[in-house]
């Protein structure tokens, strides 16, 4: 084929587009429509799984690290009935190395639980890092303050039983000394929190006399399924003195949602997109197919098939590369508005997902263009001319 | 006259009238699999949050500790206002006791529970109660019991005391005992490790407790908390008491809960409470902008579908015009091929979409779905007016061409 016979087909593609503008505008408005509908659900169920997973560590921890001969004592809920034996600890700098060395990605949280005496009696404590306590604990509901140096939580059961109320000052004798504490807030969670008063790790420690010293660590990791199995083995490999413990209730119900989400999100689009996209192609087609006129001038004035078939494919592609850009444009846009309105954090913006849109976009306008082309062809140019 | 150019319009150029068709039954077909699972969905996955575990604990209103719930009181959880929202509960009667396995000895935690107990009130649909329903994390090695002496002990008590599935534990409290047959092995990574679980009845004979039980958890569905919600219900008109008490708030049904149960006080769980809550407004949310979404293209699709398909058929309406036609006539004829069209593919598109709607329950949830009566004749309505919509615009540009320019081409 000549350059110029090349450009004049060209030439021929861009007159067609242009001299009927009321139809191109219809064919790009709805290649665009469902382009950027393919954009949208896609980047929309593609943040979803990492933002659902962000939601679901909010049930709290999914591994847990107690010395080797502890009992486990930790869950959510009322079926905590309490410890029947010797406390034994882990050691907080072990710990603490072992968590920088592994690289894990996780937050922590330490805590020590111990009894303090007051007023002829004892009061199960726990101390706790009250930074750690707020970002892995987001269910406390707190009456009062966080406290600062030298105040303490108590949790609800407790206040009631003891009377005790924000504001309130008490002295509680450890093993090793006494502590002066003020109470800043009542703290209630509907678990084992609600019968322990919370103060400071290091007073609790100093005040034991138990420097050091850690009964349990909470961890939150950011990994589901087998790599969060493999994390609980790389720790207890590192903690050979502890026991690491995956909690089935938060790691395998959260891992059992997140697959539903995706699941749901992954059939959602496939539905639209099957839909939307053969009602596109369908009107396409309805474009194509009341042009058999024209077709029959071209083959008459001595077109041959192929090039009749390239300048239709040509125009459809062009429609389609800008249908699908606008689409990608206009899907990103709303996948943005969606995420930043439900989770309150913006999309991610996913450049790949451009030659999604335009694929999907050329696809529907040369699926909709090639059906009728064919059954065109097959017209003798003389009958098609004659509007038969 | 008018029935035989209808005729005629449909048999002459099926190709064009099936690409029509096609649009509207899709288009259909998304609105109507949109709507059915749009209001499911946050049903299904509130139930799927369920599997968190329960969100109310119930608990002997003493705050001293020591008290006990009655076991007879257990069944009018199941005629309470919000009995439709609880989706299980479970009974708990707990004992230290010396438990022995062979040769060795440790001192424990003996639960006695429901594991899945058929459940019959009267008046009220039978149900199943017990851990199996209400905590679906556990992983039991071995099989759940059956017989009033089999129980299930928690993985790490197993380990210590060095039992597997097929042997004996001995349990002894206050100088009573009971042999349990263990039958399975039970791993959540939680307290429930440490502890031994046996039928309720028999920890209650062990205990000398008999229909006594000491907490309950219950496993509710509850609406996210909100501002109103989060008011203290000591604090509350009459009115604001009223619409409180009549939302499913996980402290209004735990106060429900609580006045059928005699002496006892109910919390909600907050862990499991508050994230819940979160994650189903936000899911929720994330289904209504799907379903705009949706629907607003599939409106699209239709409308412009038919644009196209009109809009080149004014050489047609041109000689319609020339052979003495009045506007009336002529949109007679265009408007009754649309209905004619919109309704079958509305037709066609609800009973595609039904299915589509099945096959995402049954993928995701496993779960069939009712659709909706209403679904049915707002498919076929929703399918017209937007099919209608598409072509008035066309249609009258189309009525205001001069013919002679037309059809000169």
């Known amino acids: ?142 009456k009062g303050d966080w406290p600062a140096v030298g105040e303490t939580v108590v949790g609800n059961d407790l206040a009631i039983r003891l009377k005790l109320k924000p504001g309130d000052t008490l002295e509680l004798a450890g093993k090793s000394r006494m502590t ?93 997109l099957v839909s939307a996209g053969s009602s596109v192609a369908g009107t396409m087609s309805t474009t194509v197919l009341e042009r058999s006129k024209e077709i029959g001038l071209m083959k008459a004035m001595g077109g041959t098939r192929w090039e009749v078939m390239l300048i239709f494919c040509g125009e459809a592609a062009m429609l389609g590369l800008l249908g699908g850009l606008a689409g990608y444009l206009l899907g990103s846009g709303i996948a943005q508005f969606i995420t930043r309105t439900v989770f309150a954090s913006s999309a991610e913006f996913v450049p790949w997902f451009l030659f999604v849109s335009l694929g999907i976009s050329v696809f529907l306008a040369l699926l909709g263009s090639f059906g009728p082309m064919i059954s065109v062809f097959r017209l003798d140019p003389v009958r098609s001319l004659r509007g038969e | 006259m008018l029935f035989r150019i209808l005729k005629n319009s449909f048999l002459k150029r099926p190709k064009a009238v099936f690409l029509v068709f096609l649009s509207i039954a899709m288009g259909a077909a998304v609105a109507t699999a949109f709507l059915g699972i749009a209001g499911e969905v946050s049903h299904k996955m509130a139930l799927e949050l369920r599997s968190y575990g329960a969100n109310i604990l119930l608990e002997p209103s003493a705050v001293e500790g020591g008290g006990f719930l009655r076991e007879e009181d257990l069944p009018k959880i199941k005629t309470v206002f919000w009995k439709y929202n609880i989706t299980g509960f479970t009974p708990y009667l707990f004992g230290i006791a010396d438990i022995s396995a062979s040769g060795k000895k440790e001192r424990g935690i003996v639960s006695g529970t429901w594991f899945s107990k058929n459940l019959e009130v009267p008046g009220e649909e039978p149900s199943v109660q017990g851990i199996k329903g209400i905590a679906p994390w556990w992983d039991v090695k071995g099989r759940w019991p059956e017989a009033a002496d089999e129980a299930i002990i928690g993985a790490a008590l197993a380990r210590r005391l060095n039992i597997a599935p097929g042997g004996d534990v001995a349990t002894m409290i206050r100088g009573r005992d009971q042999l349990f047959k263990v039958v399975g092995v039970v791993t959540t990574g939680g307290y429930e490790e440490e502890q031994l679980f046996a039928p309720l009845v028999t920890v209650q004979s062990l205990l000398q407790q008999q229909g006594k039980v000491s907490r309950v958890l219950v ?176 249609l009258r540009r189309a009525l205001l061409v001069e013919p002679v320019r037309v059809l000169k081409g």
């Open chain 2, 219 to 394: 496993s509710a569905l509850t609406v996210p908390m909100d501002e109103f919600g989060k008011k203290d219900p000591a604090t509350m008109s009459k009115d604001e008491f009223e619409k409180w008490y009549c939302t499913a708030y996980v402290t209004s049904v735990a106060k429900n809960v609580e006045e059928v149960m005699a002496g006892s006080r109910a919390k909600p769980i907050w862990q499991i409470a508050s994230a819940e809550g979160a994650l189903l407004k936000k899911l929720n949310s994330v289904m209504l902008f799907l379903t705009i979404l949706a629907l607003g293209a599939s409106a699209t699709a239709v409308s412009t579908s038919l644009m196209a398909s009109m809009a080149e058929r004014s050489p047609e309406i041109a000689l319609m015009k020339a052979v003495g036609a009045d506007r009336f006539q002529i949109s007679a004829i265009f408007i009754g091929e649309t209905l004619i069209i919109s309704v079958a593919g509305g037709v066609i598109g609800y009973l595609v979409g039904d299915q589509l709607a099945g096959i995402i329950s049954r993928t995701v949830f496993n779960s069939t779905i009712a659709s909706p009566l209403w679904l049915f004749p707002t498919a076929i309505i929703s399918a017209l007016i937007v099919a209608i919509a598409g072509s008035v615009a066309p």
């Open chain 1, 180 to 272: 002066r504490l003020r109470v800043s807030g009542v703290v209630s969670t509907g678990g084992e929190e609600d019968s322990l008063l919370f103060l400071a790790l290091q007073e609790l420690q100093q005040a034991l006399g138990l420097d050091d010293q850690l009964t349990l660590v909470r961890l939150m990791v950011t990994a589901g399924g087998d790599s969060l199995k493999k994390s609980a083995a790389d720790l207890q490999l590192l903690l050979p003195s502890a026991k690491v413990n995956e909690v089935r209730q938060t790691a395998r119900t959260s891992e059992g949602l997140l697959a539903k989400v995706k699941l749901l999100m992954l059939m959602v689009t496939a539905v639209v």
């Open chain 1, 1 to 142: 084929m000549s350059m110029n016979r090349r450009r004049w087909l060209i030439h021929l593609v861009l007159r067609a587009l242009a001299h009927r503008k009321g139809r191109t505008l219809l064919l790009l408005a709805v290649l665009a429509m469902a382009s950027s509908l393919a954009t949208a659900l896609g980047i929309v169920s593609y943040s979803m799984g990492k933002r659902v997973a962000e939601e679901v560590r909010k049930y709290g921890a999914n591994l847990v690290i107690i010395p080797e001969t502890a009992r486990l004592d930790v869950g959510s809920g009322g079926l905590n009935f309490g410890v029947v034996s010797e406390p034994t600890y882990l050691q907080q700098h072990q710990v603490e190395g072992v968590l920088a060395r592994s690289g894990l990605k996780a937050e922590r949280s330490f805590h020590l639980r111990g009894a303090l005496h007051w007023k002829d009696a004892d009061i199960m404590v726990e101390g706790v890092n009250f930074a750690e306590i707020r970002r892995l604990f987001p269910w406390w509901q707190l």
